[in-house]
């Protein structure tokens, strides 16, 4: 069964400073990955998304990701945080079979100023 | 207005009670998903559907029912609310094809008293 962790509920980081937000799946076959920001009261969009194109994913809002198949990983990272930043972030994974996501705990980001 | 809307945006309802949560999308996505989200859970998956009529259980669907009689609607109800129902519910849709990443709905907040 695929299942997705987040490293770290909650993370915090001073503006300007290197975001680094940690992802490991597991998965019986080659994934399909996803990292969503979710901000207060609204519901998940849609970052960045692996799909065996290329294993450096750039995003939205200055994010990318990196897929490593060797570590099982897709960490997603922003070198310079802003304060807008703040948010809910979800790394999720579907199987090639079928559409069905399954996401993350989640990691709360703080900006701090 | 194109997209996925959820009604109501808000609801409190007492503990036995039947209540329908409303999922429209505009873009006739063949896959539509119920999600709820909980602290420390994350987003769990309770049904989801891969098409008109066809309907599959998720990680989590006891004293949820779904229907899928038109492509463009998935109402989610509890069939006698709970309070360990209180949680907000998000609607996604997403396209046949593999890969593609769900689009999701502003949320519903429930609280079953």
């Known amino acids: 069964a695929q299942s997705v962790t987040q490293l770290g509920s909650h993370v915090s980081v001073s503006e300007g400073a290197l975001v680094l937000l940690r992802c490991n799946y597991s998965s019986s076959v080659p994934p399909y990955l996803f990292w969503y920001v979710q901000y207060p009261n609204q519901g998940l969009q849609l970052l960045l998304k692996?799909?065996?194109?290329?294993?450096l994913v750039k995003g939205i809002n200055g994010f990318e990701a990196e897929f490593k198949k060797s570590e099982t990983s897709f960490h997603l990272t922003k070198p310079s945080a802003h304060m807008s930043d703040a948010a809910e972030y979800f790394c999720?994974?579907?199987?090639?079979?079928?559409?069905?996501?399954?996401f993350g705990p989640g990691t709360s980001l703080s900006v701090i100023p | 207005d194109a997209g996925i809307t959820q009604s109501p945006r808000y609801k409190i309802t007492e503990t036995g009670r039947q209540v329908t949560l409303m999922c429209h999308q505009t873009w006739s996505h063949s896959y539509m998903f119920w999600y709820r989200q909980d602290l420390g859970h994350g987003l769990r998956l309770i049904y989801y559907?891969?098409?008109?009529?066809?309907?599959d259980k998720g990680e989590v669907p006891d004293g949820y029912v779904v229907s899928r009689s038109k492509t463009e609607n998935f109402p989610l109800t509890l069939e006698s609310a709970t309070r360990s129902q209180t949680s907000v519910y998000f609607c996604?849709?997403?396209?046949?094809?593999?890969?593609?990443?769900?689009?999701f709905g502003q949320g519903t907040r429930l609280t079953v008293v």
């Open positions: 692996y799909t065996s194109a290329a294993t």
């Open positions: 559907s891969a098409a008109a009529d066809i309907t």
């Open positions: 996604a849709s997403s396209n046949s094809r593999v890969g593609t990443e769900a689009f």
């Open positions: 999720a994974v579907t199987k090639t079979s079928y559409d069905k996501v399954i």
